[in-house]
């Protein structure tokens, strides 16, 4: 797999921006942020959106509510938060430079191994929009659906040129790009780190399936056939090979003298 190439697209922007109490940031205040968004999000993933309170959360923290509340508004402001980070390392894997020389084909399987190894990377933040998709506000929504969009339609025309080049088999592009894509996906549903592969090995696994999803043509050589076995030494033959023997019994000569009794 080649190396990451530069991005050259301005990151968008998040939809709601943190905006709490605070009005200027102050020194610590990005680590003190992190501390809140850390702690809400282990509540998050061990209660879910609706069964974590601000008061769950400054309790985990040891701290007051004003603490939070001076760099977030309210819970769905935590959550948010939380989400867009995934959202848009995922969504903007294909914003390759415009000079890679890169053909389509191995754009497509690069963005799917970036997509996954986002995915995976965020555990568990990055799948929460997955498991709570209702906690979420308009504004949120609109922001991740124009994103995800602008990713599909890149994605779209990477497969289409990846076929007319020969390289993927597939039928429909739409459905094709969204089965892909499903795979990381459906990670919320059984991914838990320290499981039977670390987080390498399974963008690796998942890659190849996917990959498999494109029908991507393998371009590697076929394996060299096995060399046949080498053939048994022939037995050396007997000097005096054996004469065959006749099965039947050998005939008994007729005397001369029944030879004649039988002519007279």
């Not at 890679?100 to 990055?126: C, F, M, N, S």
């Not at 497969?159 to 993927?168: I, M, P, Q, V």
């Not at 029908?215 to 060299?224: I, M, T």
Request: with cysteine; charged share 20%; hydrophobic share 35%.
């Amino acid at each position: 797999m080649s190396a990451p190439s530069r991005k050259t697209a301005r990151k968008p922007a998040a939809p709601v921006a943190p905006r709490g109490r605070q009005r200027l940031p102050t020194a610590g205040s990005d680590e003190k942020r992190e501390r809140i968004l850390k702690a809400a999000e282990a509540l998050f993933d061990r209660y879910g959106y609706a069964n974590t309170t601000i008061e769950q959360i400054v309790q985990a923290l040891g701290v007051t509510k004003p603490f939070v509340y001076y760099y977030f508004r309210n819970k769905q402001e935590i959550f948010e938060t939380l989400c867009w980070a995934p959202t848009e390392a995922c969504f903007t894997v294909l914003d390759f430079a415009a000079d890679d020389p890169r053909p389509a084909h191995e754009k497509a399987v690069d963005g799917l191994q970036r997509l996954i190894a986002a995915t995976i990377a965020h555990y568990p933040a990055g799948f929460f929009p997955y498991r709570e998709p209702q906690a979420f506000s308009p504004a949120y929504l609109k922001a991740s659906r124009n994103v995800a969009q602008q990713f599909y339609k890149q994605f779209c025309a990477l497969l289409d040129e990846g076929r007319a080049s020969g390289h993927f088999d597939f039928r429909d592009t739409r459905i094709t790009a969204q089965a892909a894509c499903s795979l990381p996906g459906f990670l919320y549903n059984w991914y838990q780190p320290g499981g039977k592969l670390g987080p390498a090995e399974m963008v690796v696994e998942l890659t190849d399936l996917a990959s498999r999803v494109l029908g991507l043509r393998n371009p590697a050589p076929a394996p060299a056939p096995a060399p046949a076995p080498a053939p048994a030494p022939r037995k050396r033959a007997s000097r005096t090979a054996p004469q065959p023997q006749d099965p039947s019994p050998p005939r008994r000569r007729k005397s001369a003298s029944s030879t004649n009794n039988n002519a007279s």
